[in-house]
């Protein structure tokens, strides 16, 4: 199974997200492809378009898995402005956990990641690691890790597609990961490479799946291989 996982970060409005799904809608129903098979489209949007989006999924009747961006480490309680795995599970299938902004501008610690892993696990949400290099802790039970070298991510710049499949082997192999997926300025125009890599399960795109269009182009690209 290939991953295609588009990140929205904090972007989008109500009406946005409206927007992205109906051109998405159109852009789909054109071609109708199937790739149930071998290939996972997730969607990451703000928590708050989460509900949003599981409607618009369901009203154009796309085969899309939600996610969420990031998960509490604790479980329901006294925890202002959290969202807990409970509630996440009510809309998403994936979860984030470990993105590189989160780690440096919330000073997220590998500590404070472990229990979110416990907390995604306990609801069997499916946990995408984020991880910058092949050196990063990554907690038990976690089955899919996105390697996301932190200088790639929104600069345009990628890693080179055999650098990247040289380290996902490297976190596969140390850590018995099944699946390791590569972000950093993933786009139409660069996912070839990545796409093609036996070493590498998918891509992390985030800017790039903003737009339905683009996002389209590299569901293409996914499925003509
Ligand atoms: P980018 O982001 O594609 O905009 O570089 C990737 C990510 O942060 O996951």
Request: aromatic fraction near 12%; glycine fraction near 8%.
């Amino acid at each position: 199974m290939k991953y295609l996982i588009g990140n929205w970060k904090a972007n989008k409005n109500l009406s946005e997200v409206e927007i992205f799904f109906k051109t998405f809608a159109d852009l789909y129903n054109q071609k109708k492809l199937d790739w149930s098979d071998n290939l996972e489209v997730v969607l990451c949007p703000p928590f708050i378009y989460l509900e949003q989006a599981k409607r618009l999924v369901k009203k154009y009747n796309l085969p899309f898995k939600l996610g969420a961006q990031d998960i509490s480490p604790y479980d329901n309680g006294a925890f202002t402005g959290e969202v807990t795995a409970r509630q996440i599970k009510e809309f998403a299938e994936f979860v984030l956990i470990g993105h590189s902004e989160r780690r440096k501008n919330f000073k997220e610690l590998d500590t404070m990641l472990a229990e979110k892993v416990k907390q995604a696990n306990g609801f069997r949400l499916q946990i995408v690691y984020c991880v910058p290099d092949e050196k990063a802790v990554i907690p038990e039970g976690v089955s899919i890790v996105a390697y996301e070298p932190v200088w790639a991510i929104g600069s345009g710049q990628t890693d080179t597609p055999e650098n990247a499949g040289r380290i996902a082997s490297t976190i596969k192999k140390d850590n018995n990961i099944k699946s390791v997926i590569y972000g950093g300025s993933i786009k139409p125009e660069n996912i070839a490479g990545f796409w093609e890599s036996v070493f590498i399960d998918g891509v992390l795109p985030g800017g790039s799946s903003l737009y339905a269009d683009s996002f389209w182009q590299m569901i293409l690209h996914a499925t003509a291989i």
